[in-house]
């Protein structure tokens, strides 16, 4: 099977969950024996770098990257007012990537083109123009449930008001652009319900993130109980999250605790949390390797308040065998159990009684591990998983 990828940032070099969810489906496809064309925009965020990429995946996908610049723009968003379009999404279209698309179709058949996320379906005219393969949209977020949420917690009035409009845009968008696929990957259950209930009538199959489990391997020395906070912090949910756990949370751990450390690692640290940090709170900032860091402390926390589908690196954490202590937005989609592989905390009060638990009871976080680490192998092995998504194309395709 021949099979388009786009892509709405380069999968490699793997600088975030994302990245490795696209890579991961690339890999899984072409280690079953298919033949998979990526194509990619790029941005100021996030550069092509074909250097830093195995020569020979580069060989194998024929990577291109097209650049588009994803800025916000005064000009644009006020423009924005005067068309029914999505900011949030038209800033991805470019003519450069549709006459990319245009060409790539006009020399190659494919079976299935594949799309990673709704930023890439303002390229389904050009693909509807140029090709009859079945176009399948691989969801990562339910993105307009996410600004919901950023919306609700916004307290200057302009600037919700703003937010509310572009999320009300957004949400007509993403539910048009739904029904004009031909099939839909979602990344959790949580995700497919939610599509059925909206009115979504395409197909829909729950394809999770999937990982190699061999490619993890937990470090069983880690020394003591320290925390740590893994993600970019460029993404508005991560950012929230972190603040809020900051702001709220932390105050009462380290009065109970006050030796106990916080490590925040990802890149895009800004400056309102690197240069204001609380007693024993440590901003590690990009991580060369992300496996090495969590390696090194025994606790994630994922203090998410907004977001949907799944969090890569809950399955990373699961899968090096980390405690993990997050809120149930963070572990959606997962099907984890509380106090059997992971720790549920929505309120202060709960995280407090979390980490309790771990401070008085030295096993508690090895136990958590282990079994996070069985739950990752039967459930989030990515031949399992690639090949839930193969059916699934040969599905639509009607073989």
């Not at 388009?4 to 024996?33: F, H, S, Y």
């Not at 407090?352 to 069985?374: C, E, N, T, Y």
Request: charged fraction near 25%.
């Amino acid at each position: 099977m021949k099979i388009l990828q786009l892509c709405l940032k380069p999968p490699l070099p793997a600088l975030d969950g994302g990245c490795i969810a696209m890579n991961n489906i690339t890999q899984g496809l072409m280690e079953a024996g298919h033949k998979v064309k990526v194509l990619t925009i790029f941005t100021h965020k996030h550069d092509f770098r074909p250097d830093l990429m195995p020569q020979d995946y580069v060989k194998k996908t024929r990577i291109e990257g097209i650049f588009v610049d994803t800025r916000l723009n005064v000009m644009d968003a006020f423009a924005n007012f005067m068309t029914s379009d999505s900011y949030n999404i038209s800033r991805f279209f470019s003519p450069d990537m549709d006459r990319k698309i245009m060409e790539v179709l006009s020399k190659e058949k494919f079976d299935i083109i594949h799309l990673e996320s709704l930023f890439m379906t303002p390229y389904l005219a050009v693909i509807r123009r140029h090709s009859k393969a079945p176009v399948v949209l691989r969801s990562h977020n339910l993105e307009f449930v996410i600004w919901e949420k950023i919306t609700s917690g916004t307290r200057n009035i302009a600037r919700k008001a703003y937010l509310k409009y572009l999320t009300n845009r957004l949400r007509e968008y993403e539910l048009k652009a739904l029904d004009e696929v031909n099939g839909i990957a979602a990344i959790s259950g949580n995700d497919m319900r939610r599509f059925r209930k909206l009115g979504v009538r395409q197909p829909i199959r729950n394809i999770p993130f999937g990982i190699r489990p061999s490619d993890y391997r937990p470090d069983e020395g880690t020394s003591g109980l320290a925390l740590f906070h893994l993600g970019a912090m460029d993404w508005s949910p991560n950012l929230e999250g972190v603040i809020w756990f900051l702001d709220t949370v932390w105050p009462r751990i380290h009065e109970r605790h006050p030796d106990l450390k916080l490590y925040l690692g990802g890149r895009n640290m800004p400056e309102e949390i690197g240069h204001n940090l609380p007693p024993q709170v440590i901003a590690v900032g990009e991580v060369p390797d992300s496996a090495a860091f969590m390696n090194s402390y025994s606790v994630m926390i994922v203090p998410l308040l907004s977001g949907g589908g799944i969090r890569v690196k809950i399955i990373e954490g699961l899968a090096l065998g980390r405690a993990i202590i997050s809120t149930s937005i963070g572990a959606e989609g997962i099907d984890c159990s509380d106090g059997e592989n992971i720790l549920i905390a929505d309120s202060p009060a709960e995280w407090v009684r979390a980490v309790d638990k771990l401070m008085s009871d030295p096993s508690l976080a090895r136990r958590l591990g282990q079994s996070g680490r069985l739950l990752v192998e039967s459930r989030f092995d990515n031949r399992r998983i690639t090949s839930d998504l193969v059916d699934f194309y040969k599905e639509l395709l009607g073989k």
